[in-house]
């Protein structure tokens, strides 16, 4: 049974820093492209980063370039978000995914996560 557990999820003020963890198990880690994805109230589902394994590189949505990171820990089939000068709109539920990521618009997903929910104050 594969299973996308995510934590470090919680409140924080805005410039603040959290590091959203995501324990990946059932599934062979690197065979998959790994992402983080978040839903703020009311919206859609956004891509946030990912990390692409054949070419080595990460992949950033423009609005959490320069403040986001992801990396991975392989030998612990865990991705982590470090999520650095929060602002109010990062509000959401940030939810970790397994499949194939080529751009920040071009990506399909074969296991969610549930989420864990970041709420940043003003």
């Known amino acids: 049974q594969v299973q996308l557990v995510e934590s470090g999820g919680g409140l924080a003020q805005a410039g603040g820093s959290l590091r959203l963890s995501c324990v990946v198990s059932g599934l062979h880690f690197s065979g998959y492209d790994m992402a983080w994805f978040r839903q703020a109230p009311g919206k859609e589902r956004e891509f946030v980063a990912g990390?692409?394994?054949?070419?080595?590189?990460?992949v950033y949505a423009d609005s959490v370039k320069g403040r986001f990171t992801i990396s991975s820990d392989n030998a612990k089939n865990t991705v982590f978000l470090q999520m650095n000068s929060l602002k109010p709109e990062d509000t959401a539920v940030y939810s970790c995914?397994?499949?194939?990521?080529?751009?920040?618009?071009?990506?399909?997903?074969?296991?969610w996560g549930r989420g864990t929910l970041v709420t940043v104050s003003s």
């Open positions: 995914a397994a499949g194939r990521i080529t751009t920040v618009q071009n990506w399909s997903i074969n296991y």
């Open positions: 990390i692409r394994w054949n070419v080595f590189r990460t």
